[in-house]
DNA sequence: TGCCAGGGATTCT
DNA sequence: AGAATCCATGGC
């Protein structure tokens, strides 16, 4: 018996979009996008489960390949929610970036667009960890490597599909190990701390979101610098107020979208940020958005 | 080829 | 506190 489950993103949400992004470099190894389908391994302790996410008639379906209990069918449903941020109401995001010079004209070029999200938050440190300093593109292959290494696998109508690698698996490691996926010592050690932290239950999703200063928590952790937390704010808690200042990709976007000869300076970032209150991880999102248009 | 990449820790002044 | 320095490798 096949299992499935049906959501209604909260309108306007554009499914083509979310696949745009998530199709956005053929490296990404944990989900795939297939046509007009997104592919995906869950994991639920020892078993796992292939997702078939697609959109019918405005709604967003996900089929799954095997039977599931009510809970675990209850917990895929909220990550693929999650995922693509189906619950947010965008119209005070569309009503305040109207007035924004930077925003206004951009906004409207991706409607409905979703900030795309990684609910998993050890895959989530991980990703922004392996992506601190390098090229984009460099970072997707790390993260296929260490995917491919130690990430669970399943084929399935001919592709084969991973998950993420356990921080408990992860935990265990030395960095030598992890050297030749061409990951820097460094990164290697942030990481494995990293899993160490959220396999011994002293860091998890449930304890930064009930925090008062999830910033803080984070930062306090080798490797997790304020470009990192502020991203994991965004991209993994769902906090659009999330906002990673320090990121490259925003300096580019802004400079572009400006026309400028030079990256702006972070005083000119906070002074265009002053328009973007509660929403400048949407607002960062959108100006990614605009790099590759 | 050389600069730079979705930074951060460590070590200096 | 704030500025240099190193990390580590590949993309373009």
Known sequence: MHMKSVLSPVQPFHFQECLRFLNRNTDEPVWKVDGDRLLKLFTLGEKSVVGEISEEDGAVHIQFSDTLEEEELGLLTTYASEWLDMERDLQPFYDQMSACPLLGPIVPQYPGMRLIRMPDLF????????????????????????????GASREYEGHILYAFPDPAVIAEMEPEVMRPM???????EYIIGVAKEISSGNLS??????????VADMVAI??????????VLMKCLGYTNGFPIQDV?????????LGMDRKPTYEEIEEYAKLWTGWEGYATFYLWRSLSS
Do not use: C, D, M
């Open 222 to 231: 080798r490797g997790v610098g304020k470009w990192t937390a502020e991203y």
């Open 123 to 150: 895959e989530a440190i991980s990703w922004a960890i392996l992506g601190q300093q390098i090229n984009l593109t460099f970072a997707y292959r790390l993260k296929q490597r260490i995917t491919q290494e130690w």
């Open 205 to 214: 999703k449930q304890k930064l979101l009930s925090s008062e200063n999830p």
């Open 182 to 188: 061409q990951v820097s010592q460094r990164k290697a």
């Open 249 to 257: 990709g925003l300096h580019n976007a802004i400079k572009k979208q």
